[in-house]
């Protein structure tokens, strides 16, 4: 996995600027933050030199190391590391988490006995016990406030919705106590949940069961909502969402649980405030999350071949945005795609649009498109279900038009 | 009216007085954690008849049972010491005097929104949270202020919270219908009805996982006050079920009193007896006079020792009555002139004063004298509340996120809450 390098040397190398400032990060005063310089084996892909030294990435790697992410894909010739896949990996970083702290606790539906329903929390009711891998009756409400109350009084909750879709029925309790009762208690209660769980459209699961509730809830005040992608950055924002003192909902994605990768043997979270740079570019900044990640990946191949250089970055943070890194790529580019699995109306996409085009407006040079899932109720015919979602095909033809 | 869940309150155990309050007999005791089945066994006896009649009283007040008592015994049992009935009085003097001239200050424009008041309920409150510990956890509704007063918040700090200053409980960002405090384990005061039962169900399912994950001594119980409305709301049913399959050291306090806004309890409830709710899901469910302050505290006795000792929740429903309209904006005008001055001669305190005073456990004077201080204190709270200052620009964005990187990063890279204007809640967020 590559590193970023911190500082003036590896901007330059990146790219020609364009001829407004860009601000270097100066982040360093942030209480609690450490080095930013993160690390690993040396050479990515090959495409791009980062001039990193060596002997940072040594002194490092021993630590727990926060990602900032602007990496590209795992090299799988790496030699330290291990293969899993995502929903192992989601397991692993909440097994350790568990293991860390006794306060972790995890509940939901199905989520003891039986393992998950998509196995993230296999073997954990065996290892920890009963009560610390609750399997709850279905009764997505209640329990939801059950692991709010328990946040509010000492423990660290992780509460997963079979599919995220059932955490319609807990919405009172989400909007109303988990992001609320910090404010409202005047900073007396902290609840530091995780309430997670799959959404998004999967093989013909028909409509209840293939919505995106990340439109839903991104207008809670008080609540952070992430989107893991790969194995690497499910362990690494399960992990610290766990350890974050703020609510936050984490999205994952149905048809993503079975993704292979290697990932870091030594301990490693994510930020969850960081988008992540997936494949540096020139010409066009694509932004999209979760599964679209994927067809926007299928469309850069064929696009480079087309001779295009799509910049593409998986935004991880749907709330909030993070607008410094999506903003040097605007800046960089000038042209904005988003590509999301949302629905059109009121999705995260369109709050994206918005505040793109409220920050960044000067350095556009073509309106910001937005390609989302259409207002559709997600049909169960598969080629009907085809058509709600974006495809790689609709990306390059709206690559293709930005470009001109 | 049948109820009650056990024979063993001392002062009962007189024939007379086993016809007052039927006992009923318990299940055995605690089984495993994982999915126990017992069999409760509730006579079935008595079934009162409720439909479109007026509410019966069947619990009869402290005074019928002393008079009884007077009557068959030649020694009087008391059921408090001298200590005990001063606290429960100055408790009840205090809620009563903070909601009146909480009435006082509303309709004077110092305080806004929606405010509901307590009065002619103090019985359930004082009853209850007397016997609590600073550790024990209470979790209310809107009509709060008086749950938080008895669990040890001062009246300087609610009332500064209903005047939305910064000293206010909640640094004035909750007000009345979300009354905070960590230090006396108050948590809240929720706007919508039943949304604290679950938070409720979890706190105790803390104190659970405290005694058997963490293996710390924790007795801690938690007590969840809700109205006869939200017994009818699916959260209530759902929480009921949770805690006694988890045998959660919970009581859940119902304080009926038979009206939700202008919708009377008996048109909207096909079952009007919640107390039968409780044995459906495999807990007790007792009901209790809610205007007799002793006789709650016995119930409640008796409700918080099962908790602490494993033995799981109950369910209890207080008959109780709000003399005042649902909220001070709330007429009041539906409910019968002759149901009001029923219950207004059942009030609480005035029984209470009653029973101190004949039982020579007070004189006339030491009552007025504690009146008299908390009349004190609650316009000392008032002038508290009058002086502080208001919320600055600066308290906006503070509390929204207990971390507030949580609030991301800017396009300058740096993030948002290390933005100079962040602190003084101008930042663009």
Redesign the interface.
Do not use: W
């Given at each position: 996995m590559s590193a970023i390098i911190h500082g003036a040397g590896a901007a330059t190398a990146l790219t020609t600027f364009h001829s407004k400032k860009l601000v270097a990060r100066s982040r360093t005063n942030l209480p609690g933050r450490s080095k930013r310089c993160i690390v690993a084996s040396g050479s990515d892909d090959g495409s791009k030199s980062f001039g990193s030294s060596s002997s940072l990435s040594l002194r490092h790697s021993h630590k727990l190391i926060p990602n900032n992410a602007v990496a590209t894909k795992v090299d799988t010739s790496a030699t330290t590391g291990h293969e899993l896949l995502l929903f192992e990996a989601l397991q692993e970083g909440l097994e350790e988490e568990m293991d860390r702290d006794p306060h972790v606790c995890v509940m939901g539906e199905d989520v003891g006995h039986y393992g998950g329903s998509y196995k993230v929390t296999k073997g954990l009711a065996d290892k920890f016990g009963d009560l610390r891998v609750l399997d709850t009756p279905i009764c997505e409400n209640a329990f939801t406030g059950m692991g709010i109350g328990a946040a509010m009084t000492g423990l660290r909750p992780v509460i997963e919705g079979m599919n995220m879709g059932f955490l319609l029925l807990a919405f009172n309790q989400i909007s109303n106590n988990c992001g609320m009762l910090h404010y409202t208690s005047g900073g007396q209660f902290t609840i530091p949940v995780v309430i997670r769980g799959p959404g998004g459209v999967g093989r013909q699961l028909g409509a209840e069961h293939s919505q995106r509730l990340e439109s839903y809830f991104q207008s809670i005040p008080g609540i952070q909502m992430v989107a893991c992608s790969t194995p690497y950055n499910a362990k690494g924002l399960m992990k610290a969402a766990i350890r974050s003192e703020n609510p936050v909902i984490l999205f994952e994605h149905v048809l993503l649980y079975n993704l292979k990768e290697k990932i870091p043997d030594e301990e490693y979270i994510c930020n969850l405030e960081e988008a992540e740079m997936v494949r540096p570019g020139e010409h066009i900044t694509i932004l999209t999350y979760s599964r679209m990640r994927y067809h926007v990946m299928q469309a850069a191949k064929i696009l480079v071949n087309k001779g295009y250089d799509p910049e593409v970055i998986d935004i991880r943070s749907l709330k909030p945005f993070d607008l410094y890194t999506i903003g040097n790529s605007v800046k960089k580019t000038h042209r904005v795609l988003i590509v999301e699995e949302c629905m059109r109306t009121g999705g995260i996409g369109a709050s994206l649009t918005a505040a793109i085009n409220e920050n960044f407006h000067d350095y556009l040079d073509a309106p910001v498109m937005c390609l989302s899932s259409q207002d559709v109720p997600t049909p169960y015919a598969g080629t009907l279900e085809e058509w709600t979602v974006v495809q790689p095909a609709q990306i390059v033809t709206a690559v293709e038009q930005l470009c001109q | 009216m049948a109820t009650s869940f056990s024979a063993t309150l001392p002062l009962h155990g007189s024939q007379e007085n086993r016809l007052l309050l039927p006992p009923i007999r318990l299940a055995p005791p605690p089984s495993s954690?994982?999915g126990f089945t017992r069999s409760l066994t509730i006579p079935s006896s008595r079934r009162l008849y409720h439909a479109h009649a007026a509410r019966r009283s069947p619990v009869v007040g402290v005074q019928e049972v002393v008079k009884e008592k007077k009557v068959t015994n030649s020694l009087v049992c008391i059921l408090i010491t001298k200590e005990e009935g001063l606290v429960l009085y100055e408790d009840m003097i205090l809620g009563r005097s903070f909601e009146d001239m909480c009435a006082q200050m509303y309709y004077r424009g110092k305080m806004f929104g929606f405010v509901h008041l307590y009065n002619g309920q103090e019985a359930v409150s004082t009853g209850f949270i007397k016997l609590l510990t600073q550790s024990d956890?209470v979790?209310s509704t809107y009509r709060d202020h008086v749950h938080a007063l008895s669990k040890g918040v001062s009246a300087r700090a609610v009332m500064s919270e209903l005047f939305g200053k910064v000293t206010?409980?909640?640094?004035?960002?909750?007000?009345s219908m979300?009354m905070?405090?960590?230090e006396h384990n108050m948590?809240?005061?929720?706007?919508?009805i039943g949304?604290g039962?679950?938070?409720?169900?979890?706190?105790?399912?803390?104190?659970?996982?405290?005694r058997?994950?963490?293996k710390q001594d924790c007795e801690d119980v938690t007590v969840a006050f809700f109205g006869d409305g939200t017994c009818n709301n699916?959260?209530f049913y759902?929480?009921l079920?949770?805690a006694a399959?988890y045998k959660l050291p919970i009581i859940f306090v119902v304080e009926n009193n038979l009206w939700a806004i202008g919708m009377s309890h008996l048109r909207s409830t096909s079952d009007p007896e919640i107390w039968k709710k409780g044995p459906a899901f495999g807990m007790p469910g007792v009901h209790v006079d809610g205007m007799d302050v002793l006789k709650v505290r016995e119930v409640a006795k008796e409700a918080v020792t099962r908790a602490r000792r494993g033995e799981g929740p109950t369910l209890v429903e207080c008959e109780t009555y709000r003399f005042r309209g649902h909220s001070l904006a709330d007429p009041d005008e539906l409910r019968d002139a002759a149901e009001k001055a029923k219950y207004a001669a059942r009030d609480p305190i005035t029984a209470l004063k009653k029973y101190l005073v004949e039982n020579k456990l007070a004189s006339e004077g030491e009552l007025k004298t504690i009146e008299k201080k908390i009349d004190e204190l609650v316009e000392e709270a008032v002038e508290f509340a009058d002086a502080s200052p208001q919320p600055g620009r600066s308290q906006l964005l503070?509390?929204?996120?207990?971390?507030p990187?949580?609030?991301?990063?800017?396009?300058?890279?740096?993030?948002?809450c290390?933005d100079p204007k962040f602190t003084q809640g101008t930042a663009q967020?």
């Open positions: - | 954690f994982l956890s979790v206010g409980c909640c640094r004035g960002q909750g007000g979300h905070f405090s960590k948590l809240g005061g929720f706007a919508f949304e039962i679950p938070v409720a169900t979890g706190a105790a399912f803390t104190s659970k996982y405290k058997e994950v963490l699916g959260q759902e929480c079920n949770m399959l503070e509390n929204v996120f207990a971390d990187k949580g609030f991301g990063i800017g396009p300058d890279g740096r993030y948002r290390e967020v």
